[in-house]
C-alpha cells in the first residue's frame, strides 16, 4: 500500500468520525429535545382539534382561565401538564394550581401567570413576581384574549401569549401556540387558529 492509499483512508477514517459525531450529538438534541403545546383561557371549553394539534406534544402548559375541573382533569388526562388558575377560576381550581409557576425545562428558566399585561407595562402581581424572584428567559401569560409573541428588550426575555382557545370572550378566532425547546434554545414557534371563536354550527 503506498502512503497516498495510506493518507486517502486516515482521511475517509476522519472524515467517518466527524459525520458520526455530528450525527451522535444531532441524535442527543433530538432525544433532548421538549415539544410543547400551550394554550389560555379555555373558559371550560376543549376545541377538538386542539387534541389533534397536541398529539405529539410532550408537555401541555395552560395559561389560566381554565373554566372548569372537567377542563382541567381532561388535559391531566391526555398530557402532562403545566398550568397557573386564571382571574374566573373558582375556589377549587385554585386550590390545584398555583398564581405563579417557575419552573426549568431543558435548560430553560420558565414564569408562567395568567395575567401578564403587556411588554413595557407588565401588571402589577406580574411585575412584582418579576423583581421579587428575578427574569426567566421565557415569560408566558394569558387573559388578554390576544397571541402574541415578542421578545422584551427591557428584560431580556421572550414573552408569549397563546391568545384564547375558548368561545368565550371577544377574540374573533380561537388560537394556540406550539414550540420545541432544546437546552437552552426556544425554537419552531407556530401559531395555530382553530377557527371561529363560535363556528356556525357550534351548539
Avoid at 450529538?25 to 371550560?44: E, V, Y
Avoid at 385554585?94 to 409557576?101: F, G, Y
Wanted: net charge neutral; charged share 20%.
Amino acid at each position: 500500500m503506498n502512503i497516498n492509499s495510506v493518507l486517502s483512508n486516515i482521511y475517509i477514517l476522519s472524515s467517518n468520525i466527524i459525520i458520526l459525531g455530528i450525527l451522535k450529538k444531532a441524535l442527543f438534541l433530538f432525544i433532548t429535545m421538549k415539544r410543547i403545546g400551550l394554550l389560555s383561557d379555555t373558559h371550560g371549553y376543549l376545541d377538538p382539534k386542539i387534541f389533534k394539534y397536541f398529539a405529539e406534544v410532550d408537555e401541555i402548559w395552560h395559561a389560566g382561565d381554565i373554566g372548569d375541573l372537567p377542563t382541567l382533569e381532561t388535559l391531566e388526562a391526555f398530557k402532562p401538564l403545566r398550568v397557573v388558575f386564571g382571574n374566573i377560576d373558582d375556589h377549587r381550581i385554585r386550590a390545584a394550581c398555583k398564581e405563579h409557576l417557575r419552573f426549568r425545562i431543558e435548560d430553560v428558566d420558565v414564569l408562567m401567570t395568567h395575567i401578564g399585561g403587556r411588554p413595557g407595562k407588565y401588571a402589577k402581581p406580574a411585575l412584582e413576581e418579576l423583581q421579587l424572584n428575578g427574569i426567566p428567559q421565557l415569560f408566558v401569560c394569558g387573559h388578554s384574549h390576544i397571541a402574541l409573541a415578542q421578545y422584551d428588550q427591557k428584560f431580556q426575555m421572550l414573552w408569549l401569549n397563546p391568545g384564547a382557545c375558548g368561545y368565550k370572550g371577544f377574540h374573533q378566532v380561537k388560537t394556540i401556540f406550539r414550540f420545541c425547546i432544546t437546552a437552552d434554545k426556544i425554537h419552531d414557534l407556530e401559531c395555530i387558529e382553530l377557527g371561529p371563536r363560535i363556528p356556525k354550527n357550534f351548539g
